[in-house]
């Protein structure tokens, strides 16, 4: 098993940056992936970004390519979501979520592949 606990989420105002930070532990032998998930009210949870564990590729949803950076540090089990520029419509609960998982996977990921989730932090983006 591994367990993911979410921090970073808040409210800020439209430009303004937050950073999400994940931390895993337990079996984390078991992942190659972690990923990031935001999902609001009446809508279906969508990807944001994902990053193969140790080795950088990554994938970023159109929405948030150019203001938003997943990255990792492996030596404390610890993932984050740079959040820049940010604008109301990326409102929602974030989720970080992890899974081992094949590369095309990982550039195509879906709420299934992933076997992990933590309990979601919030962000609010007000104009």
């Known amino acids: 098993q591994v367990q993911l606990v979410e921090s970073g989420g808040g409210s800020v105002q439209a430009g303004g940056s937050l950073r999400l930070s994940c931390a895993a532990s337990g079996y984390t032998d078991n992942i190659n992936c972690m990923a990031w998930f935001r999902q609001t009210p009446g809508k279906e949870r969508e990807a944001v970004a994902t990053i193969y564990t140790g080795s950088g590729p990554q994938y970023y949803a159109d929405s948030v390519k150019g203001r938003f950076t997943i990255s990792q540090d492996i030596t404390k089990d610890m993932y984050y979501l740079e959040m820049n520029s940010l604008e109301p419509e990326d409102t929602a609960m974030y989720y970080c979520?992890?899974?081992?998982?094949?590369?095309?996977?990982?550039?195509?990921?879906?709420?299934?592949?992933?076997?992990?989730w933590g309990q979601g932090t919030q962000v609010t983006v007000s104009r």
């Open positions: 979520a992890a899974g081992r998982v094949y590369f095309a996977t990982m550039m195509r990921p879906r709420v299934p592949d992933f076997d992990y």
